[in-house]
């Protein structure tokens, strides 16, 4: 590196630096005051500690139904998302801007709204008639407040995420690949599942990592559509809310370190996991 | 064999009209023009990747100017080889051959002639990231010939080669033609490329294809 270079460097460094400190001291905060706050067991039945967080049935229900929510609404968004960001990055259509436009909606609608408009959707639509919820409580299925309306407010933000992913995945594979396994004989389909599908894993493995993710941390939507029941609605952004508003911050606090650590869990696990399957120069 | 009749293609802004041309059977033909006047079109059109707006094509007779690109009876090596990243050089050997139904044994034997006939018999389990331009372009090559197609259409196959490989890689296109019988659509912008490959040689001037 060249002496002139050191300025520019230093420059790019601190402010990368600043913003990684923000993180980091962030969460030693928040490990700082939970963890003085909270011992790990106490005999005093008014006192919060680790023992009674973990082994009180809403927090563990409040975990499992997190666990069991974001899985479904990262595969649905999967489902979902590869599909249209291949449809939106190798086709032309008419209103394609449109569609585009549409698709970020739940990225930049605030969280409240999407609830509220889930709500709206399901309970008021169609206009002066039976609703949607209705409906599908005549069959016996249930939505609104219920584990079903958790899924569905993850994922319709979490989905957009995705979307976006693999349209930039499948924008960056040169759509030359599929064409000269058309010559091979394929047809689209069979070029799509075994040529683009393989080529794309890395952007399939962080669109459904971002959606799990992004499910865990959602909380504005599953407020107003799915309530915070405990043992029946609660995931841990819930428990969090919960914990805060009956002023019991250490252990919204020792919940929030949880949710960090499984997210960390998630997001090194699965590029442990990439790599892994990358493999070097030869198999595959 | 291959004839075009009359082709009219639109190449983004502008369109090539009134393409006339044939490579007669087992006759290698070279199409040159400048970079940009849609020779890659014509060969996309031919390929079956580029819908036409007029006129026909014939491989072998036959018209197959509506038919599905894996349907026409032709190879095609893209110019940058356009490799399958997750797939070793054995797998993309065996991609067609598999694609179209073939028994595992004769995908095996046809895997290793194709090897033996290419060179690369030592690089079958590699990845083409571990190769160089080179071997990129002989996996290619061996990919499009693994169902020995009656036309091989290839676009700019040596312009990225450095010169000794370049030499090489015209002694080997000119070799496993000749051996296999097969007809060629070669495009390229280099003339001295056309001299050097080509049995008869055609060139693009102001949208029109002509014999040279």
Same mark, same amino acid.
Request: with cysteine; aromatic share 6%.
């Given at each position: 590196?060249?002496?002139?270079?050191?300025?520019?460097?230093?420059?790019?460094?601190?402010?990368?630096?600043?913003?990684? *400190?923000?993180?980091?001291? /962030?969460?030693?905060?928040?490990?700082?005051?939970?963890?003085?706050?909270?011992?790990?067991?106490?005999?005093?039945?008014?006192?919060?500690?680790?023992?009674?967080?973990?082994?009180?049935?809403?927090?563990?229900?409040?975990?499992?139904?997190?666990?069991?929510?974001?899985?479904?609404?990262?595969?649905?968004?999967?489902?979902?998302?590869?599909?249209?960001?291949?449809?939106?990055?190798?086709?032309?259509?008419?209103?394609?801007?449109? #569609?585009?436009?549409?698709?970020?909606?739940?990225?930049?609608?605030?969280?409240?709204?999407?609830?509220?408009?889930?709500?709206? *959707?399901?309970?008021? /639509?169609?206009?002066?008639?039976?609703?949607?919820?209705? /409906?599908?409580?005549?069959?016996?299925?249930?939505?609104?407040?219920?584990?079903?309306?958790?899924? !569905?407010?993850?994922?319709?933000?979490?989905?957009?995420?995705?979307?976006?992913?693999?349209?930039?995945?499948?924008?960056? !594979?040169?759509?030359? %690949?599929?064409?000269?396994?058309?010559?091979?004989?394929?047809?689209?389909?069979?070029?799509?599942?075994?040529?683009?599908?393989?080529?794309? &894993?890395?952007?399939?493995?962080?669109?459904? $990592?971002?959606? &799990?993710?992004?499910?865990?941390?959602?909380?504005?939507?599953?407020?107003?559509?799915?309530? $915070?029941?405990?043992?029946?609605?609660?995931?841990?952004?819930? %428990?969090?809310?919960?914990?805060? $508003? %009956?002023?019991? *911050?250490? $252990?919204?606090?020792?919940?929030?370190?949880? /949710? #960090?650590?499984?997210?960390?869990?998630?997001?090194?696990?699965?590029?442990?996991?990439?790599?892994?399957?990358?493999?070097?120069?030869?198999?595959? | 064999?291959?004839?075009?009749?009359?082709?009219?293609?639109?190449?983004?802004?502008?369109?090539?009209?009134?393409?006339?041309?044939?490579?007669?059977? =087992?006759?290698? =033909?070279?199409?040159?023009?400048?970079?940009?006047?849609?020779?890659?079109?014509?060969?996309?059109?031919?390929?079956?990747?580029?819908?036409?707006?007029?006129?026909?094509?014939?491989?072998?007779?036959?018209?197959?100017?509506?038919?599905?690109?894996?349907?026409? =009876?032709?190879?095609?090596?893209?110019?940058?080889?356009?490799?399958?990243?997750?797939?070793?050089?054995?797998?993309?050997?065996?991609?067609?051959?598999?694609?179209?139904?073939?028994?595992?044994?004769?995908?095996?034997?046809?895997?290793?002639? @194709?090897?033996?006939?290419?060179?690369?018999?030592?690089?079958?389990?590699?990845?083409?990231?571990? @190769?160089?331009?080179?071997?990129?372009?002989?996996?290619?090559? =061996?990919?499009?010939?693994?169902?020995?197609?009656?036309? @091989?259409?290839?676009?700019?196959?040596?312009?990225?080669?450095?010169?000794?490989?370049?030499?090489?890689?015209?002694? @080997?296109?000119?070799?496993?033609?000749?051996?296999?019988?097969?007809?060629?659509?070669?495009?390229?912008?280099?003339?001295?490329?056309?001299?050097?490959? +080509?049995?008869?040689?055609?060139?693009?001037?102001?949208?029109?294809?002509? +014999?040279?």
């Amino acid at each position: 590196m060249s002496k002139s270079d050191k300025p520019f460097l230093a420059a790019i460094s601190s402010l990368a630096a600043i913003y990684l *400190l923000l993180i980091v001291l /962030m969460l030693v905060a928040d490990a700082i005051y939970g963890f003085r706050a909270v011992p790990f067991s106490s005999d005093d039945p008014d006192k919060a500690s680790l023992v009674k967080i973990f082994t009180d049935k809403a927090v563990i229900n409040s975990i499992k139904l997190t666990l069991f929510s974001c899985t479904v609404s990262a595969i649905l968004s999967l489902i979902v998302a590869v599909p249209t960001g291949y449809l939106l990055s190798r086709y032309n259509f008419p209103g394609k801007l449109l #569609v585009d436009a549409i698709l970020d909606i739940p990225i930049v609608l605030p969280p409240l709204v999407v609830g509220l408009s889930l709500l709206l *959707l399901f309970n008021k /639509m169609p206009p002066g008639g039976t609703s949607f919820e209705d /409906m599908l409580n005549s069959l016996g299925i249930e939505i609104t407040f219920n584990v079903a309306a958790v899924i !569905i407010a993850q994922f319709s933000v979490a989905c957009a995420f995705s979307v976006r992913t693999m349209r930039n995945t499948f924008d960056q !594979i040169s759509p030359r %690949t599929e064409q000269v396994a058309q010559t091979l004989g394929c047809s689209r389909a069979r070029a799509f599942f075994s040529v683009v599908i393989p080529e794309s &894993w890395r952007g399939i493995s962080t669109a459904g $990592t971002l959606a &799990w993710t992004r499910s865990m941390g959602e909380f504005g939507p599953i407020l107003v559509f799915a309530g $915070t029941i405990p043992n029946k609605t609660e995931v841990l952004s819930s %428990t969090v809310f919960l914990e805060i $508003t %009956t002023g019991s *911050l250490e $252990t919204a606090v020792i919940v929030s370190l949880m /949710m #960090v650590t499984i997210a960390v869990v998630v997001l090194v696990g699965v590029r442990m996991w990439d790599r892994k399957n990358e493999g070097g120069l030869y198999h595959g | 064999m291959v004839r075009i009749e009359n082709l009219t293609v639109r190449a983004g802004e502008f369109e090539i009209t009134d393409v006339n041309f044939e490579i007669p059977e =087992g006759k290698y =033909g070279v199409l040159m023009g400048k970079t940009g006047c849609g020779k890659t079109t014509i060969l996309e059109a031919v390929c079956g990747l580029k819908n036409v707006t007029g006129g026909k094509i014939f491989v072998s007779d036959r018209d197959v100017t509506n038919e599905l690109p894996g349907r026409r =009876g032709i190879g095609f090596v893209p110019q940058d080889g356009s490799l399958f990243t997750t797939k070793t050089v054995r797998k993309h050997l065996a991609f067609s051959p598999k694609v179209r139904g073939w028994k595992s044994d004769a995908i095996a034997k046809r895997v290793d002639e @194709l090897a033996a006939e290419l060179g690369l018999t030592d690089l079958l389990d590699r990845k083409p990231h571990g @190769l160089s331009g080179g071997e990129r372009q002989r996996v290619a090559l =061996g990919r499009a010939l693994a169902v020995k197609p009656a036309v @091989l259409c290839l676009d700019e196959p040596l312009s990225a080669l450095d010169e000794d490989t370049h030499a090489e890689m015209v002694e @080997l296109l000119k070799r496993v033609t000749a051996e296999n019988g097969i007809t060629v659509l070669h495009i390229t912008h280099s003339r001295r490329e056309a001299e050097l490959v +080509g049995d008869l040689q055609f060139r693009i001037e102001d949208g029109r294809v002509i +014999g040279v």
